[in-house]
C-alpha cells in the first residue's frame, strides 16, 4: 500500500502563486511516475502535470508557462509550484502516483484562486 499526503492550497487571488506538496509513503520502488490532477467545480478530473522518476515532465497545455512540477526522490515527494494564478485553475488538486503497476490518489488539497 501507498499513501499520499498533500499540503499548500488555500486561497489565493489572481496572479498569485501558491505551491503544492504531496509525500509517498509505503511500498514505493525506484520506477514511479507521479502527478497533479484537479477536478473544478463541475468539470472532470484532469491531469495537470506529470513527472517520472528520472525527472522528464509534461502538463496540460492551460498550465504550461505558469506550473512547474518536481520531485525529490529521496523524500519521495513531488512539488507543484503554481504562479499567475487564474480563476479557472480553481478546484481540488489531488496527488497521484503509479507504481508497480498501482495507482494511488491523495485526499486532494483546495485551491480557491478570486478574481
Known amino acids: 500500500q501507498v499513501q499520499l499526503v498533500e499540503s499548500g492550497g488555500g486561497l489565493v487571488q489572481a496572479g498569485g502563486s501558491l505551491r503544492l506538496s504531496c509525500t509517498a509513503s509505503?511500498?514505493?520502488?525506484?520506477?514511479?511516475?507521479m502527478g497533479w490532477y484537479r477536478q473544478g467545480p463541475g468539470k472532470q478530473r484532469e491531469l495537470v502535470a506529470r513527472?517520472?522518476?528520472?525527472?522528464?515532465?509534461n502538463y496540460v497545455d492551460s498550465v504550461k508557462g505558469r506550473f512547474t512540477i518536481s520531485r525529490d526522490n529521496y523524500k519521495n515527494t513531488v512539488y507543484l509550484q503554481m504562479n499567475s494564478l487564474k480563476p479557472e485553475d480553481t478546484g481540488t488538486y489531488y496527488c497521484n502516483i503509479a507504481v508497480a503497476g498501482m495507482t494511488y490518489w491523495g485526499k486532494g488539497t483546495l485551491v480557491t484562486v478570486s478574481s
Open positions: 513527472i517520472t522518476f528520472g525527472g522528464s515532465t
Open positions: 509505503g511500498r514505493i520502488s525506484g520506477f514511479n511516475v
